[in-house]
Nanobody, 125 residues
């Protein structure tokens, strides 16, 4: 399974971006998918997760500004970001997990089986 992110870039504070993550290599859609980010000098942190049934969870720092969604037939994950702040600057990674318990919330990075290479988001003030 391969995950390929796209959509990152340089944007001014207050702007918007939509990140995409295309999954390939399996006829099945991942049961759980998520977006993580890692800023320079900081640990990777969870941004948002979504189940195959489109139940979502968000980090408190992004609630109301970020929206995670997925298109299962296209095997694509999205992250719509509004009102970008300089502190959102990071490399954004998508992650996928096959299997797991329905209704579970997987937030730890080690709970995901596959990772993309990341896409850089830089927000200028």
């Amino acid at each position: 399974v391969q995950l390929v992110e796209s959509g990152g870039g340089l944007v001014q504070a207050g702007g918007s971006l939509r990140l995409s993550c295309a999954a390939s290599g399996s006829i099945f859609s991942p049961n759980f998918m998520g977006w993580y980010r890692q800023a320079p000098g900081k640990q990777r942190e969870l941004v948002a997760t979504i189940t195959s049934g489109c139940s979502t969870n968000y980090a408190d720092s992004v609630k109301g500004r970020f929206t995670i969604s997925r298109d299962n037939p296209k095997n694509t994950l999205y992250l719509q970001i509004h009102s970008l702040k300089p502190e959102d600057t990071a490399v954004y990674y998508c992650a996928a997990r096959y299997g797991g318990l329905s209704g579970s919330y997987y937030r730890q990075g080690y709970e995901y089986d596959y990772w993309g290479q990341g896409t850089q988001v830089t927000v200028s003030s």
